[in-house]
C-alpha cells in the first residue's frame, strides 16, 4: 500500500487534504557533480522525502528509465513519479532524452520538470514541444533553490496533478497478482 501522508493545511475545494506522494522516487538527471551535491544537500533542507535518484548523462538517464543495462534491477532502480531534467547533458542532451521518453507509451504521462541554467526562450519552446510539465531556471542561491525545489514536489506529487504513479502502482499491482 502506498504511504501517502495528508497536508491537512491544505485544502482542496470539496475540503479534502492534499495527497502528497511522498513515496515516489525523484530520477535527477544532472552531469555538474556540484550541482547534485547542492541538489541533495536542497532535499534535505526542504524536507522532500521522496528518495532522490540520481544518473550522470542522457545516457544513463535513457537506460534507467528503459530499465537497461545496470538498472535492469527495478526493486533497486524504481521507476520514477517526476524527473528533473537538466538540458546540458552529456552523451544525450536533455532534448535527446525529451524525445525518447516522449516516443514510449509508459511514459507519456511521466511528469518532466527541466531544471537548467538556460533561460533562452528557444530552449523553453522546444522542451514545451517536447512534452515537458514544467521548466525552471537553476536559481544562484541555496534558499532560492530549497524554495524551487518545494514548489516542484508540491505541484508535480500532489496526486491531483500526477497521474503517472497510480499508473505504475496499478500495473504493479497487477504483476503480483
Known amino acids: 500500500m502506498p504511504d501517502y501522508s495528508i497536508d491537512p493545511d491544505v485544502q482542496t475545494k470539496e475540503g479534502?487534504?492534499?495527497r502528497m506522494l511522498n513515496h515516489v522516487p525523484i530520477l535527477l538527471a544532472e552531469d555538474d557533480q556540484n550541482d547534485?551535491?547542492?541538489?541533495?544537500?536542497a532535499f534535505g533542507a526542504a524536507a522532500i522525502p521522496n528518495p532522490l535518484l540520481v544518473v550522470e548523462n542522457g545516457k544513463e538517464a535513457v537506460e534507467y528509465l528503459g530499465g537497461k543495462g545496470m538498472?535492469?534491477?527495478r526493486k533497486k532502480h524504481p521507476v520514477?513519479?517526476?524527473v528533473l531534467l537538466d538540458l546540458k547533458l552529456p552523451w544525450m542532451d536533455g532534448f535527446d532524452v525529451l524525445i525518447w521518453l516522449r516516443r514510449q507509451q509508459q511514459f507519456q504521462t511521466l511528469p518532466v520538470v527541466v531544471l537548467t541554467s538556460s533561460k533562452l526562450q528557444s530552449d523553453i519552446d522546444r522542451s514545451r514541444l517536447l512534452g515537458v510539465y514544467d521548466y525552471r531556471v537553476k536559481p544562484n542561491g541555496f534558499q532560492h533553490l530549497v524554495v524551487l525545489l518545494?514548489?516542484?514536489?508540491d505541484r508535480w506529487l500532489d496526486e491531483r496533478f500526477n497521474t503517472f504513479t497510480p499508473l505504475i502502482e496499478a500495473q504493479s499491482a497487477q504483476s503480483h497478482i
Open 80 to 82: 520514477p513519479g517526476l
Open 71 to 73: 538498472f535492469q534491477d
Open 36 to 41: 547534485i551535491e547542492l541538489m541533495r544537500r
Open 16 to 18: 479534502e487534504g492534499k
Open 150 to 153: 518545494k514548489d516542484i514536489t
